[in-house]
């Protein structure tokens, strides 16, 4: 390990590309915001500064056996960066630029720290009328939206997966034009089951809606298209929540209150944070189903949730059939801690029941692996586990994460 | 072999499961309207009843080890289910049923053979105002509709790649609501490259087209929305068009207008096969590039091809970057066939330097590997090969096709 680690300091040719500074070691193994922390910390973590880094760096980790973890947002909620076994957690926080803008083949190059909101607003900036859509419901899901990657083999190797030539780029992403109008709008229901029934409606009907968001107590639906189209969009969304008991819609008056009341959204989980008490933790964590159980698994899980006794709550990306649940407990008293992870446990038992998944969003990581295998059985995860060894012999690139380490 | 060809009788049970007749082998193994058609046929055609019989064949074939080619459609253009190593051709004819349809959450499961004009036709019977989309402008591509498929490996072992239970089902597939209010205009132009330009700009303002198709002379374009939005839609291409020297939009006036606008788009390849005279074939390939090259190659390919004195022509599902040529020659004339080989070639290599691919949508196949070496590099396509590797260690599922067997 000292001797990998020495060899990349000289083959990278710059001091600070390791470090292995306590509180670095502990801020790239441990999230406080992850249900799961697996024992071990990284031993090292490197900072390349591009893809020749980052090849080279493979290279001597293939050569020693050493596990290499990637880390960008450092967002994941299932301990996805965290580092059972040692290794070096590559941070890719000075790779974050955009490499390349193709207007008009509505296309961008980009390294892979880039986080999304910070290219939409260099797209605003330069007037380019384009966006990165990650909005699932109309857009798609994030491989829809990739052309292309560039990838560092296990062995150092780099490939492109598609065409686009060149050396220090990631990834080519698709764009979108950005919607003539926007429209974002609450409305209260009496239940959540109602809340939830209108939104699966909503989906069968196939009005194009962006997003659709469910909170326990408020919801969110933003509608994106030309004027006129949206206009009749919302017409289209309130016969729908009328005939389930639907309260009035408050729509936002101007962008400053559409933000405002996306906030409410996106900012749930940091707001669940700041409510914990000393030793308190929270655990986050989403399934989803097809649209005619969505009704049903929340009014079940909710109230499974609120016979917890803790501070709790349901809230998702309904549109896509994916809710989260979200719950304030203590890790260190073993009762609290065991009933909340049976909780869980039950709601995802219930999703894959429903013919759902045990993940939506979060992905399976090291917290979920036992939840993928009753997903999915033994021969599908064969299958993943052969690609696997296929591509990383030595199983040391995140290894433990998703399947066991064999 | 035929020691594997007596064991899947004898387990299948039934007698009119496998075929040797001369006719049968020869209509599994070539075809008349693909560019290539390597020597040697497949020596026997199964016809499977259900997912058991298929993972009881792929058991057999694993131990005996004899190639494996599925067969479905036949519509293949680049010798995708050609049998250059022989081996069986499993002809899943008679598994082309729907299997459940759940109208709730919008998806239905179908075996491997199902048409997807056919699947609409009973979608729109039972009034379920559900349809399976295939235009990838709108709607996106194939892979982006599919929930989950049920997989028979290799050695026979059967896996389910998600959720949803069952045996005998294949694939789960995702379906969209019809829209409400559909258009189809043809709009003449000067030049091709003016009916590209105008393309690629409608693309970039992101008007939502269902498809838009190029011809050397004929172009259509289908508008798919509320009975409002698809009025606006039209009026925003209208004044692009305009700017490009577009001439008047011709209109469908009904419903059995639509489909005669159409089908001179789908049928155009039976039309070209029509045409030939004895000894003839037609050379049928496409390619992909970005928006911004698109009027450049269809350009220079047109030119190109014209230049040859053959009957040719250029069509394409141009929304999504992609084109087609189609080139009527005789295969036994070395001279002739050397040039349209040539012509082919320079446009896939034209369409790779524009950083485009080699096939939008017949892929790779027989006819093909070169192509995808040239797009992709051999440290791509050796990713490709390791997880082909672990997946078909004997190399006996569809072996020749998109790389060579080792």
Redesign the interface.
């Known amino acids: 390990m000292q001797r990998a680690l020495e060899e990349i300091r000289e083959a990278l040719g710059h001091d600070d590309v390791i470090s292995t500074d306590p509180e670095d070691l502990w801020a790239h193994g441990y999230s406080e915001w992850s249900t799961t922390n697996p024992d071990g910390l990284p031993v090292a973590v490197a900072y390349p500064r591009s893809t020749r880094d980052v090849s080279i760096l493979a290279q001597i980790c293939y050569k020693y056996k050493v596990p290499v973890i990637p880390y960008s947002g450092g967002s994941s909620l299932e301990g996805n960066f965290s580092a059972p076994y040692g290794g070096i957690s590559v941070d890719f926080a000075f790779m974050d630029k955009v490499v390349q803008f193709?207007?008009?083949?509505?296309?961008v190059v980009v390294q892979p720290s880039i986080g999304w909101q910070d290219l939409n607003e260099q797209l605003a900036k330069q007037g380019s009328g384009l966006f990165f859509p990650i909005d699932p419901v109309k857009y798609?899901t994030m491989k829809?939206w990739v052309i292309n990657l560039t990838v560092v083999?296990a062995d150092g190797?780099?490939?492109?997966?598609?065409?686009?030539?060149g050396s220090l780029r990631r990834a080519t992403l698709k764009l979108?034009?950005?919607?003539e109008d926007l429209s974002v709008a609450v409305v209260p229901f009496p239940s959540i089951r109602d809340a939830a029934s209108v939104a699966?409606e909503v989906?069968?009907?196939?009005i194009?809606i962006a997003a659709m968001e469910i909170m326990d107590e408020v919801q969110m639906k933003v509608f994106a298209?030309?004027k006129?189209?949206v206009r009749?969009?919302i017409n289209q969304v309130k016969r729908i929540a009328k005939a389930h008991k639907g309260g009035e819609f408050e729509f936002a008056k101007d962008e400053q209150e559409q933000k405002l009341l996306w906030s409410a959204r996106k900012e749930s989980l940091w707001s669940m944070l700041a409510l914990r008490k000393d030793g308190e933790e929270v655990w986050s964590t989403d399934v989803a189903v097809?649209?005619?159980?969505l009704a049903d698994i929340i009014e079940v899980s909710k109230k499974e949730m609120d016979d917890l006794g803790l501070f709790a709550s349901i809230l998702g990306h309904i549109g896509d059939g994916n809710f989260h649940e979200s719950i304030i407990y203590n890790r260190t008293k073993k009762e609290e801690r065991d009933k909340v992870e049976k909780c869980v446990k039950n709601m995802v038992k219930r999703a894959?029941d429903m013919?759902?998944?045990c993940t939506g969003e979060h992905s399976v990581g090291w917290g979920k692996k036992d939840s993928l295998l009753l997903?999915?059985?033994p021969?599908?995860l064969?299958?993943m586990r052969?690609?696997k060894?296929?591509?990383d012999p030595h199983w040391i690139m995140n290894p433990g994460k998703i399947m066991d380490v064999p």
């Open positions: 193709n207007r008009d083949d509505m296309d798609g829809d083999l190797t780099v490939i492109k997966t598609r065409r686009r030539p979108a034009v950005v919607p699966a989906m069968q009907t196939g194009p298209g030309t006129s189209s009749e969009n097809p649209f005619s159980r894959i013919e759902g998944t997903e999915v059985g021969d599908t064969g299958v052969a690609i060894r296929a591509l």
